[in-house]
């Protein structure tokens, strides 16, 4: 795990665009986007001892969760992990552009591989308050994951929280389910089809066409060879049984909607 040290370019990124397109990008995939957050944000102020949390923002790509945390708490202590070098460089680029320097050690950005069981050793801030993370862990095994969540638990203080919102189903109801994905799926295909939306796909063609994002989608590539491996997408009982297994006391659902859900584990 490595401090992240953006490249240097000639060229200008347009920080604030690359943001707003992400975001839209998202948004595609998840319409209650900001209302998941906002109650990921909720649960932190409800634990949060001082006003100034301490955030561990995991696999937090272009800053979205760190961003919106610090808008509801200016006092922030944050350290943003992940392994992409195109959104690793855009979250910095923003954070610095709104002058918070992630050299000044209170907002951080670090580079890390969560399948590397080293990953958190010499994270700044520790113990966090809260470990939140969103629409990212499904790439992981399901073996990695639940020896993850261990390793997150470690990180938190006692009474700490850890957040987990992705695609989580009910599997108490699998056919008002498939109906949902249906709906969704159908529903992105439109607004794509039409050009109201970019796709995942064609949001990193655009990356790599960008004088600065350009070579960090080559680098990209050459961490993920293929690809992330193929999602996995358990229902939320799976996780909520296996954080209990991992030691936390309490385990249970902050957010639901529709297919998705925000589970929350409590040390």
């Given at each position: 795990?490595?401090?992240?040290?953006?490249?240097?370019?000639?060229?200008?990124?347009?920080?604030?665009?690359?943001?707003?397109?992400?975001?839209?990008?998202?948004?595609?995939?998840?319409?209650?986007?900001?209302?998941?957050?906002?109650?990921?944000?909720?649960?932190?102020?409800?634990?949060?001892?001082?006003?100034?949390?301490?955030?561990?923002?995991?696999?937090?790509?272009?800053?979205?969760?760190?961003?919106?945390?610090?808008?509801?708490?200016?006092?922030?202590?944050?350290?943003?992990?992940?392994?992409?070098?195109?959104?690793?460089t855009i979250?910095?680029?923003?954070?610095?552009?709104?002058?918070?320097?992630?050299?000044?050690?209170?907002?951080?950005?670090?580079?890390?591989?969560?399948?590397?069981?080293?990953?958190?050793?010499?994270?700044?801030?520790?113990?966090?308050d809260a470990?939140?993370?969103?629409?990212?862990?499904?790439?992981?095994?399901?073996?990695?994951?639940?020896?993850?969540?261990?390793?997150?638990?470690?990180?938190?203080?006692?009474?700490?929280?850890?957040?987990?919102?992705?695609?989580?189903?009910?599997?108490?109801?699998?056919?008002?389910?498939?109906?949902?994905?249906?709906?969704?799926?159908?529903?992105?295909?439109?607004?794509?089809?039409?050009?109201?939306?970019?796709?995942?796909?064609?949001?990193?063609?655009?990356?790599?066409?960008?004088?600065?994002?350009?070579?960090?989608?080559?680098?990209?590539?050459?961490?993920?060879?293929?690809?992330?491996?193929?999602?996995?997408?358990?229902?939320?009982?799976?996780?909520?049984?296996?954080?209990?297994?991992?030691?936390?006391?309490?385990?249970?659902?902050?957010?639901?909607?529709?297919?998705?859900?925000?589970?929350?584990?409590?040390?």
């Open positions: 795990m490595t401090p992240y040290e953006p490249p240097s370019h000639p060229h200008t990124l347009d920080t604030a665009a690359w943001q707003a397109s992400w975001d839209r990008q998202q948004e595609v995939y998840m319409p209650d986007r900001e209302e998941r957050i906002a109650a990921m944000l909720d649960a932190v102020e409800a634990i949060a001892e001082n006003p100034e949390p301490r955030i561990l923002d995991l696999a937090g790509g272009t800053g979205t969760i760190t961003l919106r945390a610090l808008a509801r708490f200016p006092r922030l202590r944050s350290t943003l992990v992940d392994l992409d070098p195109v959104l690793l979250a910095e680029s923003t954070l610095l552009e709104r002058s918070l320097d992630p050299a000044d050690g209170r907002i951080g950005v670090v580079a890390a591989d969560l399948n590397d069981p080293s990953w958190a050793k010499t994270l700044p801030h520790k113990p966090y470990v939140l993370t969103a629409t990212a862990l499904h790439w992981l095994a399901p073996e990695r994951l639940t020896v993850l969540f261990g390793e997150i638990r470690d990180v938190l203080r006692p009474g700490g929280v850890f957040i987990n919102a992705d695609h989580l189903t009910d599997d108490a109801l699998p056919a008002l389910t498939e109906r949902l994905i249906a709906r969704s799926t159908a529903r992105r295909e439109a607004l794509v089809a039409t050009g109201a939306a970019l796709s995942w796909e064609s949001w990193w063609q655009r990356a790599a066409a960008d004088p600065v994002l350009a070579p960090l989608v080559e680098k990209r590539a050459q961490i993920y060879p293929t690809g992330h491996s193929a999602e996995w997408n358990p229902p939320a009982t799976w996780h909520l049984d296996a954080l209990r297994a991992a030691g936390f006391r309490e385990a249970g659902l902050v957010w639901r909607g529709g297919t998705d859900a925000a589970v929350a584990a409590v040390k």
